[in-house]
T-cell receptor
């Protein structure tokens, strides 16, 4: 059981480049989300999805796109990277039901992205 | 909007002693969940303990326990018999009731264990 898998673990981009951070989960979770972690600010929600074909914006969505074509995958796209997007990115998933089942979020190991 | 505040950027404790990490939150909702996550140097986010707001009993997981004060909107984490492996960043997090997606995190507290 791999859980939530993020690739790559480290990445350096030049300003203006584009890239996709990959996230895959094998737990058949309907809910998936992307967070960024910056020093002194905890984790902040970028985008989330409650199922295949459904996505919505979180707290800090600007500069990022997402899509959810399958239950398993939830990629995060940076169309034109900026130094302000230097951060650690976490993907998380969880099942939607709360009562009587595990409802905590399972996190991937994170991607450290540096934009120069 | 909900907010979570951790007022202690850093804490330290002697090995085998007890330490308490503070967390306060602000919400107008009555049904919600609170969590403590541990982030060791590996970056992995590990759930330590969770508390449902509708439960009056404080959650406990082995050496970890919480003091949940709903009226005061306080949710502190107590670590007993501290071990070197407890050294990490600890985040308090809030999530609204059933169906909610967003986790709101505090700023984190870095815990150091002194041998």
């Amino acid at each position: 059981n791999a859980g939530v898998t993020q690739t790559p673990k480290f990445q350096v981009l030049k300003t203006g480049q584009s890239m996709t951070l990959q996230c895959a989960q094998d737990m058949n979770h309907e809910y998936m989300s992307w967070y960024r972690q910056d020093p002194g600010m905890g984790l902040r929600l970028i985008h989330y999805s409650v199922g295949a074909g459904i996505t919505d914006q979180g707290e800090v969505p600007n500069g990022y796109n997402v899509s959810r074509s399958t239950t398993e995958d939830f990629p995060l796209r940076l169309l034109s990277a900026a130094p302000s997007q230097t951060s650690v990115y976490f993907c998380a998933s969880r099942p939607p039901r709360d009562r009587g089942s595990h409802t905590e979020a399972f996190f991937g190991q994170g991607t450290r992205l540096t934009v120069v | 909007a909900q907010t979570v505040t951790q007022s202690q950027p850093e804490m330290s404790v002697q090995e085998a002693e007890t330490v308490t990490l503070s967390c306060t939150y602000d919400t107008s909702e009555s049904d919600y969940y609170l969590f403590w996550y541990k982030q060791p140097p590996s970056r992995q986010m590990i759930l330590v303990i969770r508390q449902e707001a509708y439960k009056q009993q404080n959650a406990t997981e082995n050496r970890f326990s919480v003091n949940f004060q709903k009226a005061a909107k306080s949710f502190s984490l107590k670590i007993s018999d501290s071990q070197l492996g407890d050294a990490a960043m600890y985040f308090c997090a809030y999530r609204s009731g059933p169906g909610a997606q967003k986790l709101v995190f505090g700023q984190g507290t870095r815990l150091t264990i002194n041998p």
